[in-house]
């Protein structure tokens, strides 16, 4: 019954910026952890960030510093904030959401750990 719909992807410039955004129905937004994945051509998809019911964020290594997770409980949107892009950032970027685990049992890197996907929207970094 949840849905989860990304966007805000496009192309831009490797050092450029980009805001995505993952908007939530048919549920109680603050009641899931929501994460972000990614999966370029060829690749397995990979935990990016993600941000739990109760704000605490963890990052992937390769983005720590550039990206930002937040989210809006009024609009039921979750926010990522990718700044200082590299060619290495593209790929795909989906948002996920799970609600039926406390975080600290929760395997965040893992996909399998998630309920609820979106649809994915396309980021390329290139000049």
């Known amino acids: 019954q949840v849905r989860l719909v990304e966007s805000g992807g496009g192309l831009v410039q490797p050092g450029g910026s980009l805001r995505l955004s993952c908007a939530a129905s048919?549920?109680?937004?603050?009641?899931?952890?929501m994460g972000w994945f990614r999966q370029a051509p060829g690749k397995e998809r990979e935990f990016v960030v993600v941000i739990s019911s109760g704000d605490l964020t963890y990052y992937a290594d390769s983005v720590k510093g550039r990206f930002t997770i937040s989210g809006d409980n009024a609009e039921n949107t979750v926010y990522l904030q990718m700044n200082s892009l590299k060619p290495e950032d593209t790929a795909v970027y989906y948002c996920?959401?799970?609600?039926?685990?406390?975080?600290?049992?929760?395997?965040?890197?893992?996909?399998?750990?998630?309920?609820?996907w979106g649809q994915g929207t396309q980021v390329t970094v290139s000049s």
């Open positions: 996920a959401a799970q609600r039926n685990k406390y975080f600290r049992y929760l395997n965040y890197r893992t996909e399998n750990a998630y309920d609820y």
């Open positions: 048919g549920g109680t937004f603050s009641n899931y952890h």
